[in-house]
């Protein structure tokens, strides 16, 4: 990827302005990690990746990026580039796009759960530091959904499922 105004990276443009109100029932998320869940056992379908050439070029990118579902682009951009796709310099070097898909009810989530479960509930979770680590924690206890008040901030902000490591990608919520 050599031209930032490159239609096929446009879901990447500009984070910091549009990252809080979706892109098109799109979500981006950055990092390793997340990425890792995202290929191997996300509820949500990736769309596609962007990449530094240092991160691609490293060892342990090649098998993370093997992981990738088949159809699925990865592109690969200089560090300059990939800052003003961005908007900022992106430290991490690992970006993708992931389809929303339809809000869940929670009748309908709680509905599909059978036999005992852990559910987490939670109210007023506006910080996207501590709804990260909701999930993390609901991941790692296997709760089997997350419920939130409307006052709660979106589990699939950039910020939150990086703090999750993924948690938010793997734990249902409503």
Do not use: W
């Not at 999750?164 to 919520?173: D, E, I």
């Amino acid at each position: 990827m050599e031209d930032p105004a490159d239609p096929r990276v446009r879901g990447y443009v500009d984070v910091r302005e549009r990252d809080l109100s979706g892109r098109d029932n799109l979500f981006l998320l950055e990092g390793e990690n997340v990425l890792r869940v995202l290929a191997a056992r996300s509820l949500y379908r990736p769309v596609s990746v962007l990449v530094s050439e240092a991160r691609a070029r490293a060892p342990q990118t090649d098998a993370l990026l093997g992981r990738v579902p088949a159809g699925v682009p990865v592109y690969v951009a200089a560090q300059p580039v990939l800052d003003r796709i961005v908007g900022f310099h992106i430290h991490r070097g690992v970006l993708s796009l992931a389809e929303r898909g339809p809000a869940r009810a929670a009748d309908d989530l709680l509905g599909a759960i059978e036999g005992p479960a852990t559910i987490v509930a939670a109210v007023g979770i506006t910080n996207h530091d501590n709804m990260g680590g909701l999930f993390r924690n609901a991941a790692a206890f296997g709760a089997r959904a997350v419920l939130l008040d409307a006052e709660s901030c979106d589990p699939l902000y950039r910020k939150a499922v990086r703090v999750s490591v993924g948690g938010a990608l793997v734990v249902p919520f409503a």
